[in-house]
């Protein structure tokens, strides 16, 4: 009976952990949509790039406050460690002339109590120990380089949300191209196994014909030579698929240890990547490395823009008050100071100029940069238009080939078992079908990747 309490309260106690473990195993089903769609959540370096959006955000708002209201404190400890030394008014004169002085610091502003004296009466020149302590508080008024800085920060906020829009469209590509080409190396798997079996029925057959004196021995060696082809053939497009699988769970932002079902097979994947409608005009001010350079065409102008402000007078205004904890018997501290600050650039031996002139060239040639992307992206995508349907034409060529030489093939195995044909012809016409294969492997890859790329640069994935 113990026991079994202590059973019951350890299965209390784990059981979340045993059912969290169970979630962590669960394989993760996804068709080429939600592969996008996790891909865009949880993909790291997607991540890192929403990132510098806040963190653009922030310096935004950084320039921004250059132009808000600054308080400052600051608090001094003072202590003179020998002996405070003494003075004193020696006629009245200098008294009236004292006390005129101390009249017209009170006028300005001082709140000290001054200290009443007689001619002679010695008085120090300073305290032990004091703290003084203050406030200013500025405001920026007018500054030209401030208001062209603040536009320049919102460029370059915008230049983040841009290259998010970049790595988002790249990371769409990237599924694409990694989900299909799992379902590429499916496919040929498929057809290798399926060749393998075949093969394995002819390798027996023919051994039992040698052994029973119809066939020559080498017959059946050179089947068997086509068989063990098949089967590296076939362990080599395992591990493939095992390494597609770990760069597609890094691309999606999964565990590497995470059980992956792709749930679209490769006709659904051919038929929304290839028999996708793109538009047949190509509006370059839709394609996002178009309006990167743009963007930076117009943060080169406002840098340039920025240099040529700093020739302008800059305006401040502040309010400053002090005071100490204690005070000597002359104390000649204000209070409270107002007070405009007018900074005026007048001469930098021309190096304000030639600043000014490297800003207006690096504007210029950005001018001529977005120029040349405008040529190669126009001429870019007439070239993908066309390699789509040379490949799109090579993909279909490709298809009918391998029928062919199926076709081939299979009536060549059934004249092999007759006698009517060679083990070398068998062979050579299994060679046929298995190239033929491949090319049609390649032919798709090479058709669904220009696909991509073109989808890529119309802003259409």
């Known amino acids: 009976m113990k026991h079994k309490l202590i059973i019951t309260i350890l299965t209390l106690i784990f059981l979340p952990y045993i059912i969290t473990a169970q979630e962590n195993t669960e394989a993760l089903s996804l068709s080429v949509s939600e592969a996008m769609e996790y891909a865009i959540n949880q993909n790291l370096s997607l991540k890192n790039v929403r990132l510098d959006i806040d963190k653009a955000d922030k310096r935004v708002w950084e320039t921004t406050a250059i132009g808000l209201p600054q308080i400052n404190g600051k608090v001094e400890y003072q202590h003179i460690p020998g002996d405070i030394p003494t003075a004193s008014f020696t006629d009245s004169s200098t008294l009236q002339l004292y006390q005129l002085i101390f009249d017209e610091l009170t006028t300005l502003g001082s709140t000290y109590d001054f200290p009443t004296l007689e001619a002679g009466e010695p008085f120090e020149l300073g305290v032990k120990n004091s703290t003084t302590y203050s406030v200013t508080v500025s405001q920026l008024i007018f500054s030209g380089e401030y208001i062209i800085g603040l536009q320049a920060a919102k460029a370059y906020l915008k230049i983040s949300e841009l290259n998010y829009e970049k790595e988002e469209r790249d990371l769409k590509a990237n599924v694409l191209t990694n989900y299909a080409s799992i379902l590429i190396l499916k496919d040929n798997l498929k057809t290798v196994t399926a060749s393998i079996e075949n093969m394995e029925s002819l390798v027996k057959e023919t051994k039992a014909l040698s052994e029973q004196g119809f066939l020559e021995s080498t017959d059946a060696d050179q089947l068997q030579i086509n068989l063990n082809t098949l089967v590296n053939a076939k362990n080599t497009i395992e591990r493939q698929i095992s390494i597609a699988y770990a760069f597609f769970k890094i691309i999606l932002g999964t565990d590497l240890n995470q059980e992956l079902i792709l749930t679209d097979n490769l006709d659904n994947v051919y038929n929304q990547i290839i028999e996708k ?28 823009k920025r240099e040529q402000s700093k020739y302008l007078p800059t305006l401040a205004a502040y309010y400053n008050y002090q005071d100490k ?97 060679s083990s070398m012809d068998l062979t050579q016409a299994n060679n046929t079908y298995l190239q033929a294969e491949t090319d049609k492997i390649n032919a798709l890859y090479e058709l669904i990747q220009t696909k991509i790329e073109l989808e890529k640069i119309l802003n259409e994935i």
């Open 325 to 421: 904890t204690n005070k000597s018997s002359f104390d000649f501290t204000i209070n409270h100071i107002i007070g405009v600050t007018l900074d005026v650039p007048i001469f930098t031996s021309f190096q304000r100029n030639a600043l000014v002139q490297q800003a207006k060239i690096d504007h210029s040639k950005s001018i001529n940069e977005k120029t040349l992307v405008e040529q190669n992206l126009t001429t870019q995508t007439q070239q993908l238009r066309y390699n789509f349907y040379n490949n799109l034409e090579k993909y279909q060529i490709s298809v009918q080939n391998v029928e062919l030489s199926k076709r081939v093939f299979d009536n060549n195995s059934i004249k092999y078992k007759q006698g009517m044909v």
């Open 277 to 304: 409608e793109n538009s047949a005009g190509f509006d370059v001010t839709n394609n996002i490395d178009y309006k990167m350079m743009d963007n930076q065409v117009k943060l080169n102008e406002l840098l340039y």
